[in-house]
């Protein structure tokens, strides 16, 4: 089994920035993948940023290229989110997911959502 936990989520005023953090651990042979999403109220879940793990390639949402950071640290098994200059668009519960290994069987696994609130 793979847990991921999370953290890093709050209230923050228009123009902030919040850093998330998910950590993964369990019986992990190889992460192939680590990400974002985020779900607003009434709205589907959407990707917000993914990076790989092996080469750190990344890839943003176009609502926030240019302003959040998606980062690792495979030692740790936790992947980052800078986010910076938020708008209240930005208000969701973000989830970390990740691509793993898991033995002989490739799977991905979903973290239980931080909420993050853009308000003034």
């Known amino acids: 089994q793979v847990q991921l936990v999370e953290s890093g989520g709050g209230l923050v005023q228009p123009g902030g920035s919040l850093r998330l953090s998910c950590a993964a651990s369990?019986?992990?042979?190889?992460?192939?993948?680590m990400g974002w999403y985020r779900q607003a109220p009434g709205k589907q879940r959407e990707l917000v940023a993914t990076?790989?793990?092996?080469?750190?390639?990344?890839n943003y949402a176009g609502s926030v290229k240019g302003r959040f950071t998606i980062s690792k640290d495979n030692a740790k098994n936790t992947v980052y989110l800078q986010m910076n200059s938020l708008k209240p668009e930005d208000t969701a519960v973000y989830y970390c997911?990740?691509?793993?290994?898991?033995?002989?069987?490739?799977?991905?696994?979903w973290g239980q959502g931080t909420q993050v609130t853009v308000s003034s």
């Open positions: 997911n990740v691509v793993v290994r898991v033995g002989t069987s490739v799977s991905d696994y």
């Open positions: 369990g019986s992990i042979n190889i992460i192939y993948n």
């Open positions: 990076i790989t793990t092996a080469g750190g390639t990344t």
